[in-house]
């Protein structure tokens, strides 16, 4: 990557284009019909180190989060 120190996305365009792009990669690695709203993403890089912070809302049905959660463990 490139040098940088913080990067942060706000604006309602941006934060729906990143949902969208998570939705399909949801979709396509689990199978599992997930709808993400981003509300906040900001990565700051300290040190060597990157702290990230995401905010999401999630939406799914019981069996769709059963799958996911068995797919994960």
């Known amino acids: ?6 990067l942060s996305i706000k604006t309602d365009f941006m934060k729906g284009i990143l949902s969208k792009v998570i939705n399909k990669v949801l979709k396509k690695k689990s199978g599992c019909d997930i709808a993400v709203q ?4 900001s990565m700051d890089d ?7 912070h ?3 809302d999630a939406e799914m049905s019981m069996g ?3 799958k996911l ?4 463990v």
């Open 1 to 6: 990557m490139g040098n940088w120190d913080e």
């Open 38 to 41: 981003v509300n906040e993403l």
């Open 46 to 52: 300290k040190n060597k180190k990157v702290h990230v």
């Open 54 to 56: 995401l905010s999401v």
């Open 64 to 66: 769709d989060l059963e």
């Open 69 to 72: 959660l068995n797919h994960i």
